[in-house]
């Protein structure tokens, strides 16, 4: 265990740079929000130098300081930009109300081992800002749309009024439109009765194939395997042409049995990899003492290879599911009218007729894949606690 060193008081001309510097960061966004960034840059960096030499330099009790230039930053924002710059301004507040003394006080580095140079300190904040700018720009368009969900105009921008966090800019009527339009409502009734049904078949012959090629005496296992995970690798374009080809000549083209076999061929490749996955830390004693106890083949994976398999077995199929249910582009060649699923409406909203209903369907959507992500890390974890009692 590293040796805790007494935290170090830092000089001004450390802490009034890298306060400058994330001054000149957040001063860039509001300048540009107000038509001049540079402008911005200089007045948020001269800003939080100032400020950052006035905090190391009055003994002021911390926490009023704090509360009182949060209080300073949300009437100047409320002022400049109503209620969203009051919310934007507490919150720059709160930050550089902390964020010099933090440097100032040196404990930035508490919880470091004390053997880091200054390069090694500088990185370890750096490498968890360039993260956190990553995962930022990685959800940025989930959280742009969704508040324009609630949009009260037909429009695809925020009005006004939204941005002024006025309430007559917000409303429920795209909700609305989509629960009570019948194309939305047979879209998805078409995607509620197609997914289950592809899922089912997908984790059926995916858990079977996975468990047959975990055995080491199956001949040609990683072409076996290359082949059943194509799908996940050959661009989905060519799937469905190659589809369509094929149930064109046999007869499923256009009918909701092969729109089926389509999205559980899509789907059986994650089965695959999720369940391999989990019968890697799986003790095959289990299944011999089964056999020695009497026990047939089937007796024996349902009662005792399925329990400690489920986990993986439930994220594959979750998988598959929002494969099915997220699919538009194998659909569009192997299905018909009659089987329009939701993506594939989303996708003709976007085409013939722009409609604010698409932001409420992806909202919806975006919800719905936020729950079942939830449910496949519980999963995971299950996974792994009952991984670590098998004995090796």
Same mark, same amino acid.
């Given at each position: 265990?590293?040796?805790?060193?007494?935290?170090?008081?830092?000089?001004?001309?450390?802490?009034?740079?890298?306060?400058?510097? !994330?001054?000149?960061?957040?001063?860039?966004?509001?300048?540009? !929000?107000?038509?001049?960034?540079?402008?911005?840059?200089?007045?948020?960096?001269a800003?939080?130098?100032?400020? +950052?030499?006035?905090?190391m330099?009055?003994?002021?009790?911390?926490?009023?300081?704090?509360?009182?230039?949060? =209080?300073?930053? =949300?009437?100047?924002? %409320?002022?400049?930009?109503?209620?969203?710059?009051?919310?934007?301004?507490?919150?720059?507040?709160?930050?550089?109300?902390?964020?010099?003394?933090?440097? =100032?006080?040196?404990?930035?580095?508490?919880?470091?081992?004390?053997?880091?140079?200054?390069?090694?300190v500088?990185?370890?904040?750096?490498?968890?800002?360039?993260?956190?700018?990553?995962f930022?720009? %990685?959800?940025?368009?989930?959280?742009?749309?969704?508040?324009?969900?609630?949009?009260?105009?037909?429009?695809? @921008?925020?009005?006004?009024?939204?941005?002024?966090?006025?309430?007559?800019?917000? /409303?429920?009527?795209?909700y609305?439109?989509?629960?009570?339009?019948?194309?939305?409502?047979? !879209?998805?009734?078409?995607?509620?009765?197609?997914?289950?049904?592809?899922?089912? *078949?997908?984790?059926?012959?995916?858990?079977? !194939?996975?468990?047959?090629?975990?055995?080491?005496?199956?001949?040609?296992?990683?072409?076996?395997?290359?082949?059943?995970?194509?799908?996940?690798?050959?661009?989905?374009?060519?799937?469905a +042409?190659?589809?369509?080809?094929f149930?064109?000549?046999?007869?499923?083209?256009?009918?909701?049995?092969?729109?089926? $076999?389509?999205?559980?061929? *899509?789907?059986?490749?994650?089965?695959?990899?999720?369940?391999?996955?989990?019968l890697?830390?799986?003790?095959?004693?289990?299944?011999?003492?089964?056999?020695?106890?009497?026990?047939?083949?089937?007796? @024996?994976?349902?009662?005792?290879?399925?329990?400690?398999?489920?986990?993986?077995?439930?994220?594959?199929?979750?998988? =598959?599911?929002?494969?099915?249910?997220?699919?538009?582009?194998?659909? $569009?060649?192997?299905?018909?009218?009659?089987?329009?699923?939701?993506?594939?409406?989303?996708?003709?909203?976007?085409?013939?007729?722009? /409609?604010?209903?698409? %932001?409420?369907?992806?909202?919806?959507?975006?919800?719905?894949?936020?729950?079942?992500?939830?449910?496949?890390?519980? %999963?995971?974890?299950?996974?792994?606690?009952?991984?670590?009692m098998?004995?090796?």
């Amino acid at each position: 265990m590293p040796t805790v060193l007494p935290l170090k008081k830092q000089p001004f001309s450390f802490v009034g740079p890298v306060s400058a510097a !994330a001054g000149a960061f957040a001063g860039l966004f509001v300048g540009t !929000a107000q038509g001049s960034g540079l402008l911005g840059i200089l007045l948020g960096g001269a800003l939080m130098a100032g400020l +950052a030499y006035g905090l190391m330099t009055l003994e002021l009790p911390r926490r009023a300081t704090r509360w009182g230039i949060a =209080a300073v930053f =949300a009437l100047i924002g %409320l002022m400049v930009g109503g209620v969203m710059g009051l919310i934007v301004g507490t919150a720059f507040g709160a930050f550089f109300g902390w964020f010099p003394l933090w440097l =100032a006080d040196g404990r930035y580095r508490a919880g470091l081992p004390p053997y880091l140079t200054a390069g090694e300190v500088l990185w370890h904040y750096a490498f968890r800002v360039i993260c956190g700018m990553i995962f930022f720009f %990685l959800i940025a368009p989930i959280v742009v749309v969704m508040p324009l969900s609630f949009n009260a105009e037909n429009f695809f @921008t925020f009005t006004p009024e939204m941005l002024r966090l006025d309430p007559a800019g917000y /409303s429920m009527q795209h909700y609305e439109d989509f629960f009570q339009s019948g194309d939305w409502q047979a !879209a998805l009734r078409n995607s509620l009765t197609i997914a289950p049904v592809a899922t089912l *078949l997908a984790v059926s012959f995916g858990t079977l !194939a996975a468990i047959g090629l975990s055995s080491e005496h199956v001949p040609f296992r990683q072409a076996i395997m290359a082949i059943l995970i194509s799908p996940m690798i050959v661009p989905l374009i060519i799937s469905a +042409a190659g589809m369509y080809f094929f149930y064109s000549r046999i007869g499923l083209q256009g009918t909701y049995l092969g729109v089926v $076999l389509a999205h559980a061929a *899509l789907g059986i490749p994650f089965v695959i990899i999720t369940v391999t996955a989990t019968l890697v830390g799986f003790d095959r004693s289990l299944t011999r003492a089964a056999a020695n106890m009497g026990a047939n083949p089937v007796t @024996t994976f349902f009662r005792v290879q399925m329990p400690l398999i489920l986990p993986g077995v439930i994220s594959g199929g979750l998988f =598959a599911f929002i494969t099915s249910f997220d699919e538009v582009v194998v659909v $569009l060649f192997v299905g018909s009218a009659s089987q329009k699923t939701l993506p594939w409406q989303m996708f003709i909203g976007l085409r013939e007729q722009i /409609s604010p209903t698409i %932001l409420a369907v992806a909202t919806i959507l975006v919800c719905l894949s936020i729950a079942l992500l939830t449910t496949l890390e519980l %999963l995971r974890r299950r996974s792994e606690k009952l991984r670590g009692m098998s004995p090796g």
